[in-house]
């Protein structure tokens, strides 16, 4: 695909570390954007296809606050702006989605996010773009100082990881969907659990994890053909979510045998397999019933921004943009990290050159809408 001359955000963001951003409103999303985005991010949630009105009653509306800074510089061809170090383009529309371990007690105890997760819909390249945080990246989070990427949750809910994921990317997030543990589980049993191809070594992790939380009784230990490297096995709502938490690990619940490799990077790569593994078999498998029905069971368990009048104009033809192409990538990027220690000796992730970090992001979620620097990771090229 050619070039676009004059399409290009110019990415130079030594100074955004450090910066709490006032947003602006965002308007003028165009109609097909809109269904993409609902399509998607419900397919991501387990909930499918929204197509009556009247169903959306059952999710969690929970606005946050608008927090985008005020626009400096607009290239009205590209409909690409660029806001002080923040990108944003009308084609791309940035969700930002959330695993919450738990939820708090309290008003203001907003429990942990185990998963933090980009979703960036492009229209312009039709594509579905998955980005993974690793959560010990240690970050400057607003108002509190440094410290792990997956903290701000914890202090400030999804409005301050939002605003942290901003100030130390650069990239614009316009919506959000938060799901917890337990609704994970619900969600993906209403879904008549999930095939996926695993290893024997992650079989024997989410027995492992069976036996050593028992429970037995809640759900089944998975049969094993140790003849077979990797094997297409039938998930339920606790086994996906031990498969999707998997990060190896030495003598778990104490018992020596149950050793497994791994680490967090491979955590983030399964659980964007498995947010893949679900959209395709729905897009394959499920009908428009099967959807609604869908979406009646599981509102409850979804919490979100997205309004009801951003997806009255949601239709039949989202299927078409369930078909775009899925790229997927991890942050931070080699070689542009190092494992360190906080004072009160915690392992982190350090990023040692942000600007090629930010580029890296920016360039896979906008592509050849960016200029500037040079990327150290690259996409592919659409036709």
């Not at 369930?322 to 392992?347: F, R, V």
Request: include cysteine; proline fraction near 2%; charge should be negative.
């Amino acid at each position: 695909m050619a070039k676009h001359e004059n399409d290009f955000v110019d990415i130079n963001s030594s100074s955004q570390v450090n910066k709490v951003y006032k947003k602006k409103n965002t308007k003028g999303r165009v109609t097909r954007t809109v269904v993409l985005v609902m399509s998607i991010i419900m397919l991501l949630c387990g909930t499918g296809m929204v197509y009556y009105y009247s169903v959306l009653d059952s999710l969690n509306f929970q606005e946050i606050e608008n927090t985008k800074p005020t626009t400096s510089d607009t290239d009205s061809d590209a409909n690409t702006v660029k806001t002080d170090s923040l990108i944003e383009n009308s084609h791309v529309l940035n969700i930002l989605l959330f695993g919450q371990d738990a939820h708090g007690s309290g008003e203001n105890d907003f429990g942990r996010s185990d998963t933090i997760i980009l979703l960036s819909l492009d229209n312009l390249h039709k594509k579905i773009k998955l980005t993974s945080f690793q959560r010990d990246t240690y970050v400057t989070i607003p108002g509190y100082g440094d410290g792990k990427l997956n903290s701000a949750f914890s202090l400030g809910g999804v409005p301050l990881s939002v605003q942290m994921i901003e100030a130390n990317f650069g990239i614009s997030v316009d919506k959000y969907a938060c799901v917890d543990f337990s609704s994970f589980r619900k969600i993906i049993n209403v879904l008549g659990g999930v095939d996926i191809e695993l290893s024997i070594d992650e079989i024997e992790y989410i027995n492992a994890q069976i036996d050593v939380n028992n429970q037995e009784n809640k759900t089944d230990f998975l049969e094993c053909d140790y003849s077979k490297e990797t094997q297409v096995v039938h998930l339920d709502g606790y086994q996906a979510l031990w498969y999707a938490r998997n990060r190896g690990a030495d003598s778990l619940g104490g018992i020596s045998d149950y050793s497994f490799s791994g680490d967090d990077w491979d955590r983030t790569q399964r659980q964007r397999k498995l947010l893949e593994t679900i959209m395709t078999s729905l897009k394959e498998e499920a009908s428009l019933t099967d959807m609604v029905e869908i979406v009646n069971e599981i509102g409850p368990l979804v919490t979100t921004n997205l309004k009801k009048n951003d997806i009255t104009f949601l239709v039949s033809n989202c299927m078409t943009y369930l078909n775009y192409d899925m790229d997927e990538m991890s942050l931070p990027t080699e070689p542009n990290w190092k494992y360190g220690k906080t004072d009160d000796l915690q392992s982190v992730i350090v990023i040692t050159d942000w600007d090629a970090v930010r580029y890296d992001l920016a360039s896979f979620v906008y592509e050849d809408l960016v200029t500037g620097g040079t990327a150290s990771t690259t996409t592919s090229t659409p036709e």
